[in-house]
């Protein structure tokens, strides 16, 4: 057994053999949680399993029945069908994964990909970026949060909610979208698995709303923010208490997003965001200073090697030669 598995849910569309070619020579196994009406062909597969039904409840239902041998993995990704990658960005996908520890993270999505959240985009200038939010799209869990969401599953259909409460079974410096090996969304979001998840009497919003008040999440809305990063430099950053630190990560943001297919409206609130959550003016004031961001991504990421400069710095004079703190 090799020590990740790559388990799609997956139909007779699927574009799962790109991610799999060679899978001799790969890091990782795969399975199918498969929908499609006949048997798939599945060279070298682990398991095969047959459900029908939207993604969450068949794939509930494999990660039940197949639970044991699904048990003898560090790692489990769960991407959709549509989603085109390769083996060797899936392999070093697994890799960055383990060596920092996460236990929630997906690939970014090509500027190409349709999609519906722009922090979910690839950002040029990173390598990765440590996030409250992952989307159920392709999450790669540990094993340990794997066990842990596992129940979040039962009586959801459309996975509405999942992603605003998946985020919060983990901590700072666990989640992470992963820019250094981008996957491509090939078909619009939604698709046919919102019309399956509603036949099942409740629509997507309402699914949504019951996860939600059944977990404490009381907001509108959550605002998706990155907290820090690893940069194609190799540099590393965080967010803090001080002026040059926002203002870092917003000409960080700025120039990796400034290039995606998003309108400046999109643009613009997306980057406010992190100025609303800097401030405190999200949620009426601080609850905590933002220079202990840096302490808890430290504790989080020990062992790893990654250490996030001062403010005064010489790597964030680096990042920012032109900010004058005068």
């Given amino acids: 057994m090799k020590p990740f598995l790559a388990l799609f849910r997956a139909?007779?569309?699927?574009?799962?053999?790109?991610?799999?070619?060679?899978?001799?020579?790969?890091?990782?196994?795969?399975?199918?949680?498969?929908?499609?009406?006949?048997?798939?062909?599945a060279p070298g597969a682990a398991f095969v399993?047959?459900?029908?039904?939207?993604?969450?409840?068949?794939l509930e239902q494999t990660l039940l029945v197949h639970a044991a041998q699904i048990?003898?993995?560090?790692?489990?990704?769960?991407?959709?069908?549509?989603?085109?990658?390769d083996p060797a960005g899936v392999a070093r996908m697994f890799a960055v994964c383990e060596d920092l520890g996460l236990e929630l993270a997906q690939p970014a999505l090509t500027p190409d990909s349709y999609f519906s959240h722009a922090i979910t985009l690839q950002h040029a200038g990173f390598q990765l970026?440590?996030?409250?939010?992952?989307?159920?799209?392709?999450?790669?869990?540990?094993?340990?949060?794997?066990?842990?969401?596992?129940?979040?599953?039962?009586?959801?259909?459309?996975?509405?909610?999942?992603?605003?409460?998946?985020?919060?079974?983990?901590?700072?410096?666990?989640?992470?979208?992963?820019?250094?090996?981008?996957?491509?969304?090939?078909?619009?979001?939604?698709?046919?698995?919102?019309?399956?998840?509603?036949?099942?009497?409740?629509t997507p919003v309402q699914e949504d709303w019951l996860v939600s008040a059944g977990h404490f999440m009381d907001d509108c809305s959550d605002i998706h923010l990155n907290y820090a990063g690893?940069?194609?430099?190799?540099d590393a950053f965080c967010l803090g208490g001080t002026q040059v630190e926002i203002e870092t990560l917003l000409a960080l943001l700025h120039e990796s997003a400034g290039r995606l297919p998003m309108s400046k409206v999109q643009l613009t609130r997306y980057l406010a965001n992190h100025l609303y959550y800097w401030s405190g003016e999200a949620r009426g004031g601080q609850?905590?200073?933002?220079?202990?961001?840096?302490?808890?991504?430290?504790?989080?990421?020990?062992?790893?090697?990654?250490?996030?400069?001062?403010?005064?710095?010489?790597?964030?004079?680096?990042?920012?030669?032109n900010y004058n703190d005068a």
């Fill in 230 to 234: 690893l940069l194609q430099s190799g």
């Fill in 71 to 85: 048990a003898g993995y560090r790692y489990v990704w769960l991407p959709d069908d549509d989603l085109l990658c």
């Fill in 287 to 321: 609850r905590y200073p933002r220079a202990m961001l840096r302490m808890v991504l430290e504790q989080a990421l020990a062992g790893t090697g990654i250490r996030f400069p001062q403010p005064q710095s010489p790597q964030i004079q680096r990042l920012f030669p």
């Fill in 129 to 202: 970026r440590f996030t409250n939010f992952v989307e159920i799209m392709a999450p790669v869990l540990s094993q340990a949060m794997l066990a842990r969401v596992l129940p979040t599953l039962a009586g959801n259909a459309s996975g509405y909610g999942l992603d605003g409460l998946w985020p919060r079974m983990s901590s700072l410096g666990r989640l992470a979208i992963i820019d250094a090996t981008p996957i491509r969304h090939t078909r619009p979001v939604g698709g046919p698995n919102h019309a399956l998840a509603s036949r099942s009497g409740l």
């Fill in 11 to 41: 139909g007779p569309k699927s574009l799962h053999p790109h991610a799999v070619q060679g899978i001799e020579q790969l890091p990782f196994d795969y399975a199918l949680s498969w929908f499609g009406d006949t048997p798939p062909e």
């Fill in 49 to 58: 399993h047959l459900q029908k039904g939207p993604k969450w409840p068949g």
